[in-house]
């Protein structure tokens, strides 16, 4: 029989330890080890079975447990210190209290929405499908530590992502399975009555979908999931929140209107429900959630009175964008007929102009509705998620900036992190320390090579007891018997150089690049006095059948009788896995197709843990590797053919593994420690591991994006919207004269026959028509730079003119480089409200 409703019941605790429900219910038990020792402590039994989940815990626990534990003195005295603890944690002033006190001048927001479409915050909320979902868990435990005053907001899925399994032949299966959202570590927002709080979006022909609010407690960052699983709606508006990156583009388009329009709604109404203070700031992560930007347009056109362009230069003011992908296919992109039909009457957002929406989500093909352009478009702040994917997403959409060389193009990068108290094991932090700080103590002699070896062992075997269960449990599924499956008790080797290579399977990661050869691989892995094994993991889109059948290959590789014991694919990868995986493995494997890696962060959770990462130079890698701590995988770099690339880059992955990795690996001393090894490890731990922490990613976002955008945006808003009207009004006068400004000539003041000398000081004249425009309205730029054949300037250096009569401007600049130099002149647009010069794609040039 099968239920027709499914329903949780919480246990009921006695009252000596209510506290217990308190710190179940804040998910900061995810990161805070004493936390999870307490649950440990009520049955450790259950605790292991139910995967350290202290509501399950609890839900199981017979209350005769309970009740013998309501009268334990020493019990209850450990739960009111860690509930102590957690109440200083909740309240007391943290790094970003203190920083505000210290800054004069720059706005601090009291509050910031952050949205994302996933939350990978734990397995026991299962919300996310990969790397942006843990990135923003992350955030929001960093955030959390820091004291910075975030709001997160996203759906709740019914079906959270999709659980993986291997058919006999090794191909993905996918099982949705239903969650209870009252059995997760959840409260529904209600009204003091009770009553559960809705947000209503309108939707086509006059229908209205309506979604619950749920909170989550992150530490002290409240976060807010919309779920349209409700009685008040019709079944398919039911069916909005079902599945994470389910759907066809209709499907995905109400769930983005719902996580936009109905998140800023939501956020409104928990402010006002709690009195916390509304958002100041409004982060977009992707262009998922991108129509939260025309929800706050919507709010000051109805309420303030304001016109269209200067609701606009407020929005903007206050929203900072981050863009995840460096592929245009990574993009959500909607047919403009489906945007009409969901925008087109009004009824979602009454006073905003279609065809305004419309050309927010402008591209290059006029039929479709580009959700990235939007949302660069509709946020005076944009960055990449490392140094090089800033670079790769100026190029990507330098178009919307028309006339300016890449480099000033307004997108910049803010590297991700990873929340060091979530991914570094117990162990490792109790050797050397706060995670956060890893450097402070690797370094002192106290902790011996010997010490951190056999730490280092400890966490690999305990990887290979893991790798061993999951590996029977994989084949179990796949219909084995449990009489054949005798050797998986002895797959893996705890004494053997373990790689792992662990992530989504989009083809740009190249998840088999390391099968180009399958007999060097072999030989790699069954090397007799330098074996390697690998783990594998990784889940493919449900659509994806190209990923599906790269997973096949590795598998039916797996299968091999004679390589089993030196190969794994582990389904159902999730944050669970990876901690097994970051902890346990010597080396991280990552080889994607460069620049198409906008970050990837699980290498950084392996080097929290003193794994060494083995890379192509790719998102992080590529500014954090120092030739010490780690390897780079070289390139083909110019090589157009994918095959021949694949293939030119696998024999170097083989090469490094065989002739460096592997040797440094099994190069010990009469002490039986590869001290060379551990050196590495070492520097990699005090090198990598402050950089690579959340905790810098949060705080870089707060000084470059958080603060300034505050403070433009009260800026826009100060004396009832007057900056924001002058903006507006300044850009239209612009548009109005922008065709006819002119820059008439430009010219350096040279004597005749002179040569000049790199420094040496020069004067740059030009003459500008400025058609009706002020100089206060522009400003005149002088450019030098090195010149080539074609005239294009490269390495150029900008310096302001100043007006010295009408039309006629001056500066004097020292020459930048020896060589062939160029100058130009140019007009850029000025107002106090931009950011940059570039902010409204406007230049004239000489």
Known sequence: MKAVRRFTVRAGLPEALADLGTLATNLRWTWHPPTQDLFAAVDQAIWERVGGDPLHLLAQVPAERLEVLATDDSFLARVAEVADDLRRY???????????????????PDSIAYFSMEFGVTEALPNYSGGLGVLAGDHLKAASDLGVPLIGVGLLYRSGYFRQSLSLDGWQVEHY?????????????????????????????????????????????PLLLLDSDIEENSDDLRGVTDRLYGGDQDHRIRQEILAGVGGVRAVRTYCELTGA?????????????????????????????????QALSAVRAGTVFTTHTPVPAGIDRFPVDLVQHYFGDESLLPGIDLRRVLALGAEENPGMFNMAHMGLRLAQRANGVSQLHGAVSRSMFGALWPGFDTDEVPITSVTNGVHGPTW????????????????????????????????????RERLVGEVRR????????????????????????????????ARRVPTYKRLTLMLRDPDRLRALLLHPDRPVQLVVAGKSHPADDGGKALIQQIVRFADDVGMRHRIAFLPDYDMSMARYLYWGC?????????????????????????????????????????????????????????VRRDDLEAAALYELLGSQVAPLYYDRDAAGVPTRWMSMVRHTLSSLGPQVQASRMVREYVESAYAPAATAGALAQSDDFRVARDLAAYRRRLSGAWQQVRVVDCELSLDEGQTPVIGERVHVHATVDLAGLTPDDVEVQAVVGRVGDTDELSDVVTATMHPVAAGRYTVELPLPHAGALGVTARVLPKHNLLATPAELGKVVLA
Request: charged share 20%; aromatic share 8%.
């Open 90 to 108: 909740l309240r007391e002033p943290r790094w970003y209290q203190h920083r505000a006190a210290e800054l004069n001048g720059t706005r601090m």
């Open 470 to 501: 999951r590996v029977r449990a994989a084949w179990l599924q796949r219909g084995a018997s449990a009489l054949e499956l005798g050797w998986t008790d002895s797959v893996f080797d705890p004494d053997v150089l373990t790689v792992g290579f």
């Open 277 to 309: 203070a509304q958002p100041e700031v409004f982060h977009t992560n992707e262009g998922h959630a991108g129509f939260l930007g025309l929800e706050r347009l919507r709010e000051l056109v109805s309420s303030q009175g304001l016109d269209f362009d």
């Open 177 to 221: 399975p239903v969650i209870d959202p009252s059995g997760l570590p959840l409260e529904p927002l209600t009204e003091p009555s009770g009553t559960p709080i809705l947000v209503h979006v309108a939707m086509p022909g006059g229908r209205v979908l309506r979604a619950r609010i749920w909170k989550a407690n992150v530490g002290r960052v």
């Open 424 to 459: 570094a094991a117990k162990e490792m932090t109790t050797l050397i320390g706060d995670p956060e700080t890893p450097g402070a103590d690797i370094a002192d002699a106290s902790v011996s090579d010997a010490q951190l070896w056999d730490l280092r062992c400890g966490l």
């Open 586 to 642: 010597d080396v991280w494997l990552n080889n994607p197709m460069r620049p198409l890696e906008a970050c990837g962060t699980s290498g950084m959770k392996a080097a929290l843990n003193g794994g060494l990462n083995l890379s192509i130079r790719d998102g992080w890698w590529d500014e954090f590797y120092d030739g010490s701590n780690g390897w780079a995988i070289p390139t083909a770099d110019g090589v157009n053919d994918p």
